[in-house]
Protein backbone atom coordinates (compact mmCIF):
# COMPACT_ATOMS: atom_id res chain seq x y z
CA UNK A 1 0.00 0.00 0.00
CA UNK A 2 2.91 2.56 1.21
CA UNK A 3 4.32 1.77 -2.82
CA UNK A 4 1.16 2.45 -3.92
CA UNK A 5 0.58 5.87 -2.50
CA UNK A 6 3.94 6.47 -3.68
CA UNK A 7 3.51 5.93 -7.35
CA UNK A 8 -0.14 7.68 -6.96
CA UNK A 9 1.46 11.06 -5.40
CA UNK A 10 3.90 10.76 -8.59
CA UNK A 11 1.13 10.20 -10.99
CA UNK A 12 -0.72 13.26 -9.11
CA UNK A 13 -4.46 13.53 -9.42
CA UNK A 14 -6.50 11.38 -12.26
CA UNK A 15 -7.63 13.80 -14.96
CA UNK A 16 -11.47 13.24 -15.42
CA UNK A 17 -12.87 13.35 -18.94
CA UNK A 18 -14.88 16.96 -19.15
CA UNK A 19 -18.53 17.06 -19.17
CA UNK A 20 -20.98 18.77 -20.46
CA UNK A 21 -24.25 19.56 -18.21
CA UNK A 22 -27.69 20.33 -20.01
CA UNK A 23 -27.93 23.96 -19.66
CA UNK A 24 -32.02 23.83 -19.68
CA UNK A 25 -34.37 21.37 -20.53
CA UNK A 26 -34.75 22.87 -24.37
CA UNK A 27 -31.08 20.56 -24.73
CA UNK A 28 -31.29 16.54 -24.98
CA UNK A 29 -28.21 14.56 -24.94
CA UNK A 30 -27.21 12.40 -28.11
CA UNK A 31 -24.11 9.97 -28.66
CA UNK A 32 -21.97 12.40 -26.35
CA UNK A 33 -23.58 15.94 -27.61
CA UNK A 34 -25.78 18.25 -26.87
CA UNK A 35 -28.12 19.29 -29.31
CA UNK A 36 -31.05 21.60 -29.16
CA UNK A 37 -34.70 20.60 -28.67
CA UNK A 38 -35.93 23.35 -30.54
CA UNK A 39 -33.69 22.90 -34.00
CA UNK A 40 -35.32 19.18 -33.77
CA UNK A 41 -38.45 20.18 -33.25
CA UNK A 42 -38.39 22.43 -36.07
CA UNK A 43 -36.88 20.05 -38.72
CA UNK A 44 -39.56 17.40 -37.52
CA UNK A 45 -42.85 20.24 -37.98
CA UNK A 46 -41.33 20.32 -41.51
CA UNK A 47 -41.37 16.95 -42.35
CA UNK A 48 -44.67 17.80 -43.84
CA UNK A 49 -43.25 20.21 -46.15
CA UNK A 50 -40.36 18.13 -47.05
CA UNK A 51 -42.98 15.57 -48.45
CA UNK A 52 -44.56 18.15 -50.22
CA UNK A 53 -41.70 18.98 -52.13
CA UNK A 54 -40.98 15.62 -52.57
CA UNK A 55 -44.25 14.57 -54.63
CA UNK A 56 -43.83 18.51 -56.25
CA UNK A 57 -40.62 17.22 -57.55
CA UNK A 58 -41.77 13.67 -58.40
CA UNK A 59 -44.45 15.25 -60.63
CA UNK A 60 -42.63 17.75 -62.49
CA UNK A 61 -39.87 16.00 -63.19
CA UNK A 62 -41.57 14.28 -66.47
CA UNK A 63 -41.92 17.93 -67.69
CA UNK A 64 -38.43 18.56 -67.15
CA UNK A 65 -37.63 15.40 -69.11
CA UNK A 66 -39.81 15.40 -71.70
CA UNK A 67 -39.77 19.04 -72.89
CA UNK A 68 -36.98 20.68 -74.04
CA UNK A 69 -38.50 24.10 -72.94
CA UNK A 70 -38.25 22.91 -69.06
CA UNK A 71 -34.93 21.16 -68.97
CA UNK A 72 -33.53 24.11 -66.58
CA UNK A 73 -35.66 22.69 -64.53
CA UNK A 74 -33.13 20.53 -62.83
CA UNK A 75 -30.67 23.88 -62.54
CA UNK A 76 -33.64 25.45 -60.95
CA UNK A 77 -33.55 22.29 -58.08
CA UNK A 78 -30.03 22.69 -57.51
CA UNK A 79 -30.00 26.42 -57.29
CA UNK A 80 -33.56 26.08 -54.61
CA UNK A 81 -31.18 24.04 -52.15
CA UNK A 82 -28.60 26.67 -52.16
CA UNK A 83 -31.37 29.11 -51.59
CA UNK A 84 -32.95 26.73 -48.69
CA UNK A 85 -29.65 26.24 -46.96
CA UNK A 86 -29.05 29.78 -47.44
CA UNK A 87 -32.45 30.99 -45.47
CA UNK A 88 -32.16 28.05 -43.17
CA UNK A 89 -28.85 29.55 -41.20
CA UNK A 90 -30.76 32.73 -40.97
CA UNK A 91 -34.12 30.70 -39.87
CA UNK A 92 -35.77 32.75 -36.69
CA UNK A 93 -36.22 31.44 -33.66
CA UNK A 94 -39.24 28.50 -33.74
CA UNK A 95 -42.67 29.33 -31.98
CA UNK A 96 -45.07 26.20 -33.23
CA UNK A 97 -48.30 28.21 -32.46
CA UNK A 98 -50.89 27.93 -35.45
CA UNK A 99 -52.68 31.53 -36.68
CA UNK A 100 -55.63 32.01 -38.89
CA UNK A 101 -53.16 32.83 -41.58
CA UNK A 102 -51.64 29.22 -41.58
CA UNK A 103 -54.91 27.99 -40.86
CA UNK A 104 -56.22 29.66 -44.19
CA UNK A 105 -52.89 28.80 -46.13
CA UNK A 106 -52.76 25.01 -44.88
CA UNK A 107 -56.53 24.35 -45.61
CA UNK A 108 -56.75 26.02 -49.10
CA UNK A 109 -53.08 23.92 -50.06
CA UNK A 110 -54.94 20.94 -48.73
CA UNK A 111 -58.14 21.69 -50.48
CA UNK A 112 -56.00 22.83 -53.69
CA UNK A 113 -53.99 19.10 -53.70
CA UNK A 114 -57.00 17.33 -53.75
CA UNK A 115 -58.17 18.85 -56.49
CA UNK A 116 -55.10 18.27 -58.54
CA UNK A 117 -55.43 14.80 -57.92
CA UNK A 118 -58.98 14.90 -59.09
CA UNK A 119 -57.98 16.46 -62.28
CA UNK A 120 -54.92 14.41 -63.00
CA UNK A 121 -56.84 11.83 -62.53
CA UNK A 122 -59.55 12.43 -64.68
CA UNK A 123 -57.09 14.51 -67.87
CA UNK A 124 -53.65 13.19 -66.75
CA UNK A 125 -50.46 14.76 -67.19
CA UNK A 126 -51.25 18.17 -67.85
CA UNK A 127 -49.68 21.59 -67.28
CA UNK A 128 -52.84 22.89 -65.93
CA UNK A 129 -53.26 19.96 -63.34
CA UNK A 130 -49.46 20.67 -62.56
CA UNK A 131 -49.90 24.29 -62.04
CA UNK A 132 -52.68 23.42 -59.14
CA UNK A 133 -50.60 20.70 -57.72
CA UNK A 134 -47.87 23.92 -57.78
CA UNK A 135 -50.50 26.25 -56.08
CA UNK A 136 -51.59 23.41 -53.21
CA UNK A 137 -47.89 22.37 -52.51
CA UNK A 138 -46.74 25.96 -51.90
CA UNK A 139 -49.87 26.99 -50.07
CA UNK A 140 -49.76 23.98 -47.25
CA UNK A 141 -45.63 24.60 -47.49
CA UNK A 142 -46.03 28.58 -46.07
CA UNK A 143 -48.93 27.42 -44.00
CA UNK A 144 -46.32 24.66 -42.44
CA UNK A 145 -43.60 27.21 -42.00
CA UNK A 146 -46.03 29.90 -40.91
CA UNK A 147 -46.90 27.21 -37.94
CA UNK A 148 -43.15 26.48 -37.16
CA UNK A 149 -41.42 30.05 -37.51
CA UNK A 150 -44.14 32.72 -37.63
CA UNK A 151 -44.79 35.16 -40.19
CA UNK A 152 -41.04 36.24 -39.97
CA UNK A 153 -39.93 32.72 -40.84
CA UNK A 154 -42.25 32.71 -43.83
CA UNK A 155 -41.04 36.00 -45.20
CA UNK A 156 -37.47 34.36 -45.21
CA UNK A 157 -38.01 31.19 -46.60
CA UNK A 158 -40.77 32.96 -49.41
CA UNK A 159 -38.18 33.97 -51.76
CA UNK A 160 -36.74 30.14 -51.93
CA UNK A 161 -40.24 28.83 -52.66
CA UNK A 162 -41.22 31.44 -55.10
CA UNK A 163 -37.78 30.61 -57.13
CA UNK A 164 -38.72 27.03 -57.43
CA UNK A 165 -42.03 28.18 -59.03
CA UNK A 166 -39.76 29.18 -62.22
CA UNK A 167 -39.33 24.88 -62.98
CA UNK A 168 -43.03 24.25 -63.15
CA UNK A 169 -44.79 24.59 -66.58
CA UNK A 170 -47.07 27.32 -67.47
CA UNK A 171 -50.33 26.10 -68.35
CA UNK A 172 -50.84 25.46 -71.67
CA UNK A 173 -54.06 28.30 -71.48
CA UNK A 174 -51.07 30.94 -70.51
CA UNK A 175 -48.26 30.01 -72.49
CA UNK A 176 -48.92 29.40 -75.79
CA UNK A 177 -51.11 32.86 -75.96
CA UNK A 178 -47.84 34.48 -74.62
CA UNK A 179 -45.84 32.03 -77.30
CA UNK A 180 -47.80 33.40 -79.85
CA UNK A 181 -47.65 36.89 -78.68
CA UNK A 182 -44.00 36.96 -78.44
CA UNK A 183 -43.78 35.28 -82.31
CA UNK A 184 -46.15 38.47 -83.86
CA UNK A 185 -44.25 41.22 -82.43
CA UNK A 186 -40.72 39.33 -83.12
CA UNK A 187 -41.97 39.17 -87.16
CA UNK A 188 -43.04 42.75 -87.17
CA UNK A 189 -39.73 44.15 -86.29
CA UNK A 190 -38.14 41.96 -88.02
CA UNK A 191 -40.02 42.85 -91.41
CA UNK A 192 -39.33 46.78 -89.99
CA UNK A 193 -35.87 46.32 -89.53
CA UNK A 194 -35.42 44.08 -92.89
CA UNK A 195 -37.37 47.07 -95.02
CA UNK A 196 -35.22 49.26 -93.23
CA UNK A 197 -31.75 47.68 -94.34
CA UNK A 198 -33.20 47.10 -98.16
CA UNK A 199 -34.25 43.79 -98.09
CA UNK A 200 -38.23 43.38 -99.39
CA UNK A 201 -40.26 41.12 -96.52
CA UNK A 202 -43.87 40.88 -95.49
CA UNK A 203 -45.43 39.72 -92.19
CA UNK A 204 -47.12 36.36 -92.64
CA UNK A 205 -49.02 36.11 -89.41
CA UNK A 206 -45.86 34.68 -87.39
CA UNK A 207 -43.61 34.23 -90.97
CA UNK A 208 -41.90 36.40 -92.79
CA UNK A 209 -42.22 35.75 -96.78
CA UNK A 210 -38.84 37.24 -98.59
CA UNK A 211 -38.33 37.30 -102.23
CA UNK A 212 -36.32 33.73 -102.08
CA UNK A 213 -38.31 31.78 -99.52
CA UNK A 214 -40.34 32.08 -96.01
CA UNK A 215 -38.49 32.33 -93.03
CA UNK A 216 -41.10 30.90 -90.03
CA UNK A 217 -40.54 32.38 -86.79
CA UNK A 218 -40.53 29.05 -84.92
CA UNK A 219 -36.99 28.97 -87.16
CA UNK A 220 -35.55 32.13 -85.97
CA UNK A 221 -37.01 31.48 -82.38
CA UNK A 222 -39.73 32.90 -80.18
CA UNK A 223 -37.47 33.65 -77.26
CA UNK A 224 -39.35 31.90 -74.81
CA UNK A 225 -36.27 29.80 -73.94
CA UNK A 226 -33.86 32.50 -73.51
CA UNK A 227 -36.69 34.43 -71.56
CA UNK A 228 -36.81 31.79 -69.07
CA UNK A 229 -33.52 31.36 -68.25
CA UNK A 230 -32.86 35.24 -68.40
CA UNK A 231 -35.70 35.22 -65.65
CA UNK A 232 -34.07 32.57 -63.55
CA UNK A 233 -30.42 33.78 -63.62
CA UNK A 234 -31.34 38.07 -62.81
CA UNK A 235 -33.62 36.50 -59.86
CA UNK A 236 -30.84 34.31 -58.38
CA UNK A 237 -27.93 36.82 -59.57
CA UNK A 238 -30.23 39.56 -57.78
CA UNK A 239 -31.04 37.52 -54.90
CA UNK A 240 -27.19 37.22 -53.57
CA UNK A 241 -25.20 40.08 -54.72
CA UNK A 242 -27.95 43.35 -54.38
CA UNK A 243 -29.57 44.05 -51.25
CA UNK A 244 -32.08 46.86 -52.16
CA UNK A 245 -35.01 45.47 -53.73
CA UNK A 246 -35.12 48.38 -56.71
CA UNK A 247 -31.59 47.35 -57.76
CA UNK A 248 -32.94 43.49 -57.85
CA UNK A 249 -36.11 44.85 -60.07
CA UNK A 250 -33.70 47.13 -62.27
CA UNK A 251 -31.40 43.96 -62.82
CA UNK A 252 -34.50 42.04 -63.49
CA UNK A 253 -35.86 44.70 -66.22
CA UNK A 254 -32.32 45.03 -67.55
CA UNK A 255 -31.60 40.84 -67.89
CA UNK A 256 -35.61 40.97 -70.18
CA UNK A 257 -34.71 43.88 -72.22
CA UNK A 258 -31.20 41.90 -73.29
CA UNK A 259 -32.70 38.86 -73.18
CA UNK A 260 -35.62 40.23 -75.99
CA UNK A 261 -33.00 42.42 -77.78
CA UNK A 262 -30.44 39.24 -78.34
CA UNK A 263 -33.36 37.18 -79.58
CA UNK A 264 -34.74 40.26 -82.07
CA UNK A 265 -31.07 39.95 -83.28
CA UNK A 266 -30.79 36.29 -84.05
CA UNK A 267 -34.08 36.46 -85.87
CA UNK A 268 -33.11 39.44 -87.89
CA UNK A 269 -29.56 37.62 -88.59
CA UNK A 270 -31.19 34.63 -89.72
CA UNK A 271 -33.52 35.95 -91.73
CA UNK A 272 -30.81 38.29 -93.68
CA UNK A 273 -28.67 34.77 -94.27
CA UNK A 274 -31.64 33.25 -95.54
CA UNK A 275 -32.18 36.61 -97.83
CA UNK A 276 -28.75 36.26 -98.81
CA UNK A 277 -27.91 32.52 -99.11
CA UNK A 278 -31.08 30.43 -99.22
CA UNK A 279 -33.09 28.74 -96.49
CA UNK A 280 -30.37 26.27 -95.98
CA UNK A 281 -28.37 28.93 -94.39
CA UNK A 282 -30.76 29.24 -90.92
CA UNK A 283 -29.78 25.06 -90.70
CA UNK A 284 -25.68 26.40 -91.04
CA UNK A 285 -26.33 29.72 -88.43
CA UNK A 286 -29.24 28.40 -86.31
CA UNK A 287 -27.20 26.79 -83.60
CA UNK A 288 -24.37 29.32 -83.75
CA UNK A 289 -26.41 31.94 -83.16
CA UNK A 290 -28.05 30.56 -80.63
CA UNK A 291 -25.30 30.35 -78.78
CA UNK A 292 -23.62 33.79 -79.41
CA UNK A 293 -27.08 35.27 -77.92
CA UNK A 294 -27.05 33.65 -75.07
CA UNK A 295 -23.07 34.55 -74.24
CA UNK A 296 -24.57 37.85 -75.26
CA UNK A 297 -26.96 37.75 -72.91
CA UNK A 298 -24.97 36.04 -70.05
CA UNK A 299 -22.39 38.79 -70.69
CA UNK A 300 -25.20 41.32 -69.97
CA UNK A 301 -26.54 40.51 -67.35
CA UNK A 302 -22.78 39.65 -65.04
CA UNK A 303 -22.09 43.26 -66.56
CA UNK A 304 -25.55 44.81 -65.29
CA UNK A 305 -25.01 42.83 -61.84
CA UNK A 306 -21.61 44.22 -61.34
CA UNK A 307 -21.90 47.72 -61.91
CA UNK A 308 -25.19 47.64 -59.84
CA UNK A 309 -23.58 46.04 -57.25
CA UNK A 310 -20.94 48.93 -57.11
CA UNK A 311 -23.30 51.64 -57.25
CA UNK A 312 -24.60 49.94 -54.40
CA UNK A 313 -21.86 50.10 -52.44
CA UNK A 314 -21.15 53.94 -53.55
CA UNK A 315 -24.81 54.95 -52.21
CA UNK A 316 -24.70 56.71 -48.93
CA UNK A 317 -25.96 54.56 -46.06
CA UNK A 318 -27.50 56.23 -43.08
CA UNK A 319 -25.40 55.42 -39.83
CA UNK A 320 -26.06 52.90 -37.23
CA UNK A 321 -28.57 53.94 -34.47
CA UNK A 322 -26.87 54.06 -31.25
CA UNK A 323 -29.26 52.81 -28.45
CA UNK A 324 -30.53 55.76 -26.15
CA UNK A 325 -29.14 54.66 -22.40
CA UNK A 326 -31.73 54.20 -19.91
CA UNK A 327 -32.46 56.70 -17.13
CA UNK A 328 -30.80 56.11 -13.92
Not at 19 to 25: E, K
Not at 104 to 113: A, E, I, K, Q
Not at 114 to 124: D, E, K, P, R, V
Amino acid sequence: MAYLDKVSKKRGPTKQAPTRTLSGPGEALFFGSVVSMPAQLSVLCLLPSALAMLWLVLRARWFWNHNPELQFGWVVLVLWGYLLWEAWGQRPAPRFRWTWKGVLLTSFGLGMLFFAQLYQAAFGMTTEGMGALGVGAMSFIAGNFDYTFGWDGLRRFAFAFAFFCLALPVPETIYYPLVNGLQSKVAALNVELLNLLGVPAERLGNAIRLPGCVVGIDEACSGIRSLQSTIMATLFIGHLTLGKKSLQAALFGLGLALAMGGNLLRSLFLSYAAHARGPKAIETFHDAAGWSILAFTAAGVAAAAWWLGRWEKALPHPPPEVPTPAPS
